[in-house]
């Protein structure tokens, strides 16, 4: 985090966490400032990659207090990029993870993506969350007809991998 925070890198993918971890939360919170219309702006985003509806909770939730306090008194994170980190999600992207044959945990699109949507309803919701929470889609995406699929879920993007490597 140090290293992307220094070299001013925007975007990070956070894969395979199963809780979250005090360099997510400050790589997250880093730079949050008040708008001029009162919004928080973001200077750094997260694209938390799950398979798994309550590690997407997680992400789609303020950072817990406990470690944006731990990360003030360390001197990682201002007093203010803690408070702003409240009213945001750690994640505003998550990639929905299906089963690619991988280390996934062997869920089809069709039955995880309405889930985490579901999730991720309920999160705005709960939070009055103002700007949209982003869901794409990954694993098993070899053929158009596989990416078609995961933008009539609801796909907001689609992220592919080993199709790559195999083209």
Known sequence: VDLYLRRGVRRVSAS?????????????????????????????????????????????????????E??????????????????????????????????????PLGALFPTIRAERDDAIKAHGYVRPIRLGAAGGLGEPSSVAAAFSLGAAFVLTGSVNQAS
């Open 70 to 107: 731990g990360l003030v008194r360390a001197g990682q994170l201002t007093a203010e990029e803690a408070s702003l980190a409240r009213e945001v999600p750690i994640a505003e992207d998550l990639i929905v993870e299906a089963d690619s044959g991988g280390h996934t945990d062997r869920q």
């Open 16 to 68: 395979a966490y199963m809780a979250l971890t005090a360099p997510v939360v400050r790589y997250s919170a880093s730079g949050l400032r008040r708008g001029p219309q009162g919004e928080v702006l973001r200077a750094n985003h997260v694209f938390a990659k799950i398979s798994r509806p309550e590690v997407a909770k997680r992400f789609m939730s303020p950072a817990p207090q406990e470690l944006l």
